[in-house]
């Protein structure tokens, strides 16, 4: 099972809290906080990332021992005494982080780290946290402890990688070939003894008759790789024809190995050039072929590291993934405390951020000892060239959006860069609360039912077409929330806006405006359809237009779902 990432400090004492409240505020924003009691322990033993006891360490072990299993399933457990003098790195040293978490709560309290594991002992990076942390997975970990104890007598560890990204420890010395390394980072099958790390980077292709079984996917897909020279573990996606993402052997082999599936149509399949036509595939799904368009597509690659093969049921073709990684990472509306664990994590392991000034002033205490690279609003473009540039240096970036990076933010943009780039860079979108959300829930409940989002700068869009989609939501009755409503160039959009959809909406319709939400200065404020251009609406304000049957409660807005037609409440 996936272990979780929240951060639990557990205290006994009143000390405790105060020093739970002062970890808190200053090192881990995401931290929970929760007073001891029994059965605690257990109840989010398999949430945590890490749990810090603040109190004497025989309640911590106590509390903790029924529930160990193994260094490799189980979080980090720390120990520190109210004072904050001793912090004890208890379980999960090295690869659970409890080590790392100890030395940095350490250094804030100015106490003393208490570290029994050797590597830590000795500074050096250990390899089973190097593969942790950059989400590399170990092949033969029988082998870790000789390699672990031959890292200590040397100091040193011979590591050989085909890969540019994750870039090698200081204390790792980079091996030319992989025989003799201590480990090999690589899908690729090498005759060696060393430790093997495997990158989830591998593309499989497949085209497949209806109904093939997973037995014979199971055979057919593990004596391809091998006999290709690649790992089976790091294949990390299956790409298809869409038809065929309902097939149950199939389905049921990317669940067993927690393989990621995706499908093309067939115009999608033919637009690719260069790969080896199929008449099957042609007469069956009108695609000149599956296995070979499907992984390059998939992959991001023009090129293909095995070229289609035809075993019984199955035909197969492999590619490599993107190698560089770039995140776009939603900060949510305002402080800290409403940005994800997943998002704070993300940026935590980022080595260069890239944002908007006023966003990355948002997030400043996890910005220590990083590159930040800021610029103003308007040069979004500019920043998205900036980050995939970066990222192709083998350098973890992340550029954050405020809100949700895929809603009116930087994600879009992304990918469109790294697709006229042709940049070998894979993106992953860690989403943030938006505007719609955070706004929604200072009113009450106003998004109870169908909705739709329009934003009303004309500077991407033409001015025609938004007016046209307000009209559309206004007739459909829907709740309408207007993005970017006002600013100080725009000031006509909103009224002509009101004007549109009053066209379909009674003047006494209710009407929300927040203007910062979440943020120092707040303002919420539920007024009408007739009086709303009365109100203070700017560029840092989300407009939310009541449907028909939207009514206020209260200091609420709320759009009734229908529970009160159907059930007595
Ligand atoms: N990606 C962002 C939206 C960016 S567009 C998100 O998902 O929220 C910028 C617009 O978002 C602003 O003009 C405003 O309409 C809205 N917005 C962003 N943050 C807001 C906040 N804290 N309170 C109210 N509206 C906000």
Redesign the pocket.
């Known amino acids: 099972m996936a272990r979780g990432n929240r951060l639990f400090l557990i205290y006994i004492t009143a000390g405790g809290l105060r020093l739970a409240r002062e970890l808190k505020e200053s090192l881990f924003p995401e931290a929970e906080l929760a007073r001891f009691k029994k059965g605690l322990a257990g109840s989010i033993w398999d949430e945590a990332g890490a749990i810090a006891f603040i109190g004497a360490t025989g309640i911590a072990v106590r509390a903790i021992a029924p529930f160990i299993k193994s260094k490799t399933e189980d979080p980090a457990i720390i120990a520190i005494d109210e004072k904050g003098e001793n912090i004890i790195s208890l379980l999960s040293g090295h690869a659970g982080g409890a080590n790392a978490l100890s030395k940095k709560i350490a250094a804030f309290t100015k106490g003393n780290p208490v570290i029994s594991t050797a590597t830590d002992l000795h500074s050096l990076y250990a390899i089973d946290l190097f593969a942790a942390e950059n989400e590399l997975l170990m092949e033969n970990p029988e082998i870790l402890p000789k390699v672990s104890a031959g890292h200590i007598e040397k100091g040193r560890l011979t590591v050989y990688s085909d890969l540019n990204n994750p870039g090698l420890p200081e204390d790792y010395e980079r091996a030319t070939i992989p025989s003799g390394a201590d480990a090999v980072i690589s899908n690729r099958l090498y005759n060696s003894d060393a430790l093997f790390l495997r990158p989830g980077n591998l593309v499989l292709g497949m085209g497949l008759n209806s109904g093939t079984g997973l037995d014979e996917i199971e055979s057919a897909v593990k004596d391809f790789l091998i006999n290709g020279g690649f790992s089976p573990l790091s294949l990390n996606l299956i790409a298809t024809h869409e038809k065929k993402l309902c097939e149950e052997g199939l389905k049921a082999f990317a669940l067993r190995h927690g393989i990621r599936l995706a499908g093309f149509t067939s115009e999608e399949l033919n637009s690719v050039s260069g790969v080896k036509k199929s008449d099957a595939a042609m007469r069956a799904l009108g695609a000149q072929a599956v296995a070979e368009p499907a992984a390059i597509l998939a992959s991001g690659r023009k090129d293909l590291l095995i070229r289609k093969k035809k075993t019984g049921n199955l035909t197969l073709a492999l590619a490599q993934k993107n190698s560089n990684r770039l995140f776009v990472i939603?900060t949510g509306?305002?402080g800290l405390s409403h940005m994800t664990p997943h998002a704070m994590a993300a940026i935590r392991e980022s080595a260069v951020v890239i944002g908007y000034k006023s966003y990355l002033d948002q997030i400043a205490p996890l910005l220590d000892g990083k590159e930040i690279i800021s610029s103003a609003m308007t040069q979004e473009v500019d920043r998205a060239k900036m980050a995939v540039s970066l990222a192709l240096e083998g350098k973890k970036v992340s550029v954050i959006?405020?809100?949700?990076?895929g809603?009116?933010?930087m994600a879009g943009l992304i990918f469109d860069v790294v697709e006229s780039m042709g940049a070998d860079v894979d993106v992953d979108v860690i989403p943030?609360?938006?505007?719609?959300n955070?706004?929604a829930s200072k009113l009450g409940a106003p998004l109870m039912h169908d909705f739709a989002a329009i934003?009303l700068?004309d500077r991407l869009t033409p001015w025609e077409q938004i007016e046209e989609r307000l009209s559309a939501a206004a007739r459909a009755d829907f709740v309408i929330v207007?993005?970017?409503?006002k600013?100080k160039g725009r000031a006509k959009q909103i009224e002509r806006a009101r004007e549109i959809i009053s066209a379909h909406r009674a003047p006494n319709t209710l009407v929300g405006i927040?203007?910062?939400?979440?943020?120092d200065g707040?303002e919420v404020t539920i007024t009408t359809l007739a009086s709303m251009l009365s109100q203070n609406i700017d560029?840092?304000?989300?407009?939310i237009i009541g449907n028909s049957n939207t009514r206020r409660l209260g200091r609420h807005m709320v759009t009734p779902r229908g529970y009160e037609r159907k059930y007595e409440l």
């Open positions: 939603g509306p305002g959006s405020g809100g949700d990076p809603i009116y933010g943030g609360i938006s505007a719609l955070a706004c934003s700068s207007l993005y970017n409503p600013s927040v203007r910062g939400a979440m943020r707040e560029m840092h304000s989300t407009v």
